[in-house]
């Protein structure tokens, strides 16, 4: 008889130690959802983060191409015209 209580004492330890277990991994399995959504975000929000600086930067370039030519064309066409009136006027 003695040889049963310590069978169903160590059957009750055992399923004491599997539900221990099974929590243990649920508890494992949410911190590492709660870990993967974290690093999703953060992923997210860094990618955002570049393609507007990449937008940025490229708004800034064609600015400044934009400038350049305006100021080309000023140029040549100031040149244009000079060369135009002393070729009329010379």
Excluded: N, P, Q, W
Excluded at 26 to 33: G, K, T
Excluded at 41 to 66: D, M, N, Q, W
């Amino acid at each position: 008889m003695a040889r049963k209580a310590g069978h169903a004492g160590a059957a009750l330890r055992m399923r004491r130690s599997e539900a221990e277990l099974e929590r243990a991994f649920a508890e494992e399995v949410s911190r590492e959802r709660t870990r993967r959504d974290s690093l999703l975000r953060t992923t997210e929000k860094r990618t955002r983060k570049r393609h507007v600086e990449r937008t940025h930067r490229k708004g800034s370039l064609r600015f400044a191409l934009l400038v350049a030519t305006l100021i080309a064309t000023a140029l040549i066409v100031s040149a244009a015209m000079f060369a135009t009136l002393y070729l009329l006027l010379g």
